[in-house]
């Protein structure tokens, strides 16, 4: 007897905490200047990123999640000026989902100043 389980391989996900660890070891011993901080910082998300064994998850409380996901093959796509049907093999892509704040914020009305000088 043979039982296939369908089930979903758990998602890394790395925090502010992993991402502080990170930062720390790097800038142990330098002087801190707001271009390195903010340069350590995003350095630091990228190794996380390029660390995704396919896919991985890092979670900002109250800022959002990047995720690093996998695309499935798509056999069957089509060549839009030839008309051909080609293979595009599945790759990983980026994903970004806001926080609650930040989602609150893009649902307000957007309401653009209109300058009349002319």
């Known amino acids: 007897m043979i039982i296939i389980m369908n089930y979903k391989k758990r998602v890394k996900t790395y925090t ?20 390195i901080i903010t340069d ?10 390029m660390k995704a064994d396919p896919v991985a998850r890092i979670e900002i409380r109250e ?11 798509k056999p069957k796509a ?9 293979y595009v093999p599945g790759r990983r892509k980026m994903h970004f989902k806001p926080g609650k ?7 307000e009305e957007y309401k653009k100043e209109i300058n009349n000088d002319g």
């Open 16 to 35: 502010r905490k992993d991402i502080e660890e990170i930062i720390e070891s790097k800038l142990t011993g330098k002087q801190l200047t707001q271009k």
């Open 40 to 49: 350590t910082f995003f350095e630091s998300l990228r190794e996380l990123l």
């Open 63 to 73: 800022f959002g999640v990047f995720e690093v996901k996998e695309t499935k093959p």
């Open 78 to 86: 089509r060549n839009i000026k030839t008309g051909e049907f080609v």
């Open 101 to 107: 704040i930040l989602k609150q914020f893009l649902k």
